[in-house]
Nanobody
Framework: QVQLVESGGGSVQPGGSLRLSCAAS????????MGWYRQVPGKERELVATTTSGSSTNYTDSVKGRFTISRDNAKVYLQMNSLKPEDTAVYFCWMSIRAIRDYYLRREYWGQGTQVTVSS
């Protein structure tokens, strides 16, 4: 079984920093892409940042220059600096994974979500 485990959420003041971590485990053949999404009540889940197996990255405009996504094997991180109240949301880890038994098929996996709260 493949599963994602997130950590690193919490509450900080504006201008503070947090680092989110997500680790995938199980019968993994490869991870084609990883990313972070966020969601607030009443709104749809939105992309925050993604990175591919080739290490290309993509960020939503509102976090450019403040957030950095990185990967290390089956782990993905999101370093969040200069946090703003508008960043408050539940953050979800996302990965596109090929399992060993059916390496030709990509499946989408999500973490359970971790709360990030930015307030004074």
């Amino acid at each position: 079984q493949v599963q994602l485990v997130e950590s690193g959420g919490g509450s900080v003041q504006p201008g503070g920093s947090l680092r989110l971590s997500c680790a995938a485990s199980g019968n993994i053949f490869s991870i084609d892409a990883m990313g972070w999404y966020r969601q607030v009540p009443g709104k749809e889940r939105e992309l925050v940042a993604t990175t591919t197996s080739g290490s290309s990255t993509n960020y939503t405009d509102s976090v450019k220059g403040r957030f950095t996504i990185s990967r290390d094997n089956a782990k993905v991180y999101l370093q969040m600096n200069s946090l703003k109240p508008e960043d408050t949301a539940v953050y979800f880890c996302w990965m596109s994974i090929r399992a060993i038994r059916d390496y030709y098929l990509r499946r989408e996996y999500w973490g359970q979500g971790t709360q990030v709260t930015v307030s004074s």
